[in-house]
């Protein structure tokens, strides 16, 4: 599990830039996509948070783009604590480690389903030209998932009604990572009832 401060990042993002592969298939497709691909790139720029620009510019006509940085704001003032927020410029991908304050798998799945909610409401419903959102998880429990990712196209599909949520939240599970890189369906049995 990664913690904050640690050199060894540029690895963990490779197991992140993997999601990308789940990422650009279908709902429902994704299982046994997370080891193709080896490398992040070097185009990433560190996010910082910005309070959200309220859209009432007469320039923009109330349709404002948000930023990743108001972004950062959201996830923040919804209680998510961000450790680090990266933003992919080739990709237009977003990179997200957070601290997890869940102790349980329900708490975790609350976390999770919180923030891409925030991913489809302030980013994507909003214009955003994100392509996905790769999150690795710090300071989590024990078989706490230690990534997952989200496609932008899940959530298009989410707001247009062509997916339902479980099949987004299926989706979200099909590219999560644990320890060892195993998956949800390979924890004991007693770790899937937290």
């Known amino acids: ?18 999601l990308a592969v789940a990422g650009t298939v279908s709902l ?4 046994g996509c997370l080891d193709s691909i080896q490398s992040i790139g070097g185009s990433r720029t560190e996010i910082e948070p910005t309070e959200p620009d309220d859209g009432t510019d007469s320039e923009d006509d109330g349709n404002h783009v ?4 108001e972004f950062y704001y959201h996830l923040e003032d919804a209680g998510i ?15 997200l480690f957070y601290e997890s304050d869940a102790e349980t798998r329900d708490e975790s799945d ?15 419903a909003r214009g955003s030209d994100v392509s996905h959102m790769y999150t690795e998880v710090t300071d989590g429990f024990d078989e706490q998932v230690d990534g997952w990712g989200v496609n932008s ?19 979200i599970v099909d590219t999560m990572v644990y320890e060892g890189d ?8 007693d770790s899937t009832d937290q």
């Open 1 to 18: 599990m990664a913690e904050p401060g640690n050199t060894k990042r540029g690895a963990q993002l490779t197991r992140r830039r993997a």
């Open 28 to 31: 429902g497709t994704t299982a």
């Open 66 to 69: 948000p930023t990743y940085g």
């Open 81 to 95: 604590t961000v450790d680090e927020l990266y933003h992919d410029t080739d990709d237009d991908d977003l990179i």
């Open 110 to 124: 609350d976390e999770i389903a919180q923030i891409y909610v925030l991913f489809r409401d302030e980013l994507v």
């Open 153 to 171: 196209e899940w959530a298009e599909d989410d707001l247009a009604g062509d997916a339902g949520p479980i099949d987004v939240w299926n989706a």
């Open 182 to 189: 195993s998956d949800r369906y390979d924890l004991p049995e």
